[in-house]
């Protein structure tokens, strides 16, 4: 005889929460459908397999679906229905979510509540547990690679496009306005050497890394001055050479942050 449970089994975990038992079809080789005298009432497929509707084989076992569903029950369990599982897994992502809403900066909670619904930041919780590590900005200047590794583990994750770099823009418009840069944020796009090159501008010739950034906002810069900008290094260096009396910025190639500062600084002045 036909072991009903472990052929139904699956059907059961699948589709038992809707009790649709006439509705299942099943698989059976020839031979069984012989034993059970069922043969003319399969359907047999273009693959040769045999298929029949579960309620044939209730009627040759003289079992009502309600008596086959509860032996079903019996054996694997009760199931829930689709709308109590739903509630479930509402209860279980709400504990989660005042978890996530406790363990962070209040400020960053709030900011969060005021951009996204709660359905959105329990979708990818990982994701805005990990970004609350990019709410504070940093003490000091810090690459954006190195500032996306620390915060999601991907030197990429801030990149132009990605999800983490429009998250991270709107914190810092957040904390800081609509105007509010990455710069703003200590953050700092550019490459390692990110270094503003200066002849006859300044009392002593001065190179700033990435780190020394702070310094182009705080150091003296004359006022009302005619500045002469070059890509060239060695037309510039030729150049300061001859006329000791005018001031270069040389950019070295594409204009890096730290030139577009001093450029900035230079135009406030009046340059």
């Known amino acids: ?3 009903w449970h472990a052929l139904t089994r699956d059907l059961y975990l699948e589709k038992g929460e809707d009790q649709q038992l006439k509705n299942w079809w099943v698989t059976l080789t020839k031979a069984d459908l012989l ?5 003319t009432k ?27 569903y509860q032996e079903l029950e019996n054996k694997y369990g009760p199931l829930l229905s689709k709308k109590d599982r739903r509630k479930q897994k509402g209860s279980a992502d709400q504990v989660k979510l005042d978890k996530f809403k406790e363990d962070v900066a209040a400020a960053y909670a709030a900011f969060l509540a005021e951009n996204f619904s709660e359905k959105q930041i329990i979708s990818d919780l990982p994701f805005y547990q990990k970004m609350a590590k990019g ?4 003490v000091e200047g810090v690459l954006l690679p190195t500032f996306a590794l620390q915060v999601l583990g991907d030197p990429h994750a801030f990149d132009q496009g990605r999800r983490g770099r429009g998250l991270l823009e709107k914190i810092i418009q957040a904390q800081l306005g609509e105007e509010g840069t990455l710069e703003d ?3 700092y796009p550019d490459q390692l050497y990110n270094f503003a ?11 700033y890394d990435i780190i020394a950034l702070p310094d182009i ?8 001055i005619k500045v002469y900008l070059h890509e ?10 001859k006329f000791s009396d005018r001031a270069f910025v040389c950019t070295g190639g594409q204009v890096n942050l730290a030139t577009k500062k001093l450029i900035k600084r230079l135009l406030a002045n009046s340059c």
């Open 197 to 207: 090159m200066t002849a006859n501008l300044l009392d002593t010739p001065l190179t």
């Open 232 to 241: 060239n290094s060695g037309v510039t260096t030729a150049l300061a050479s």
């Open 35 to 39: 034993d059970l005298g069922l043969l």
């Open 42 to 68: 399969a359907k047999l497929d273009k693959d040769g397999n045999y298929s029949i509707p579960c309620y044939q084989i209730f009627k040759q076992y003289d079992q009502s679906p309600a008596e086959v």
């Open 217 to 224: 906002d705080q150091i003296a810069l004359p006022e009302k």
């Open 185 to 187: 944020f200590n953050v």
């Open 1 to 3: 005889m036909i072991d």
């Open 135 to 138: 709410w504070e900005k940093p």
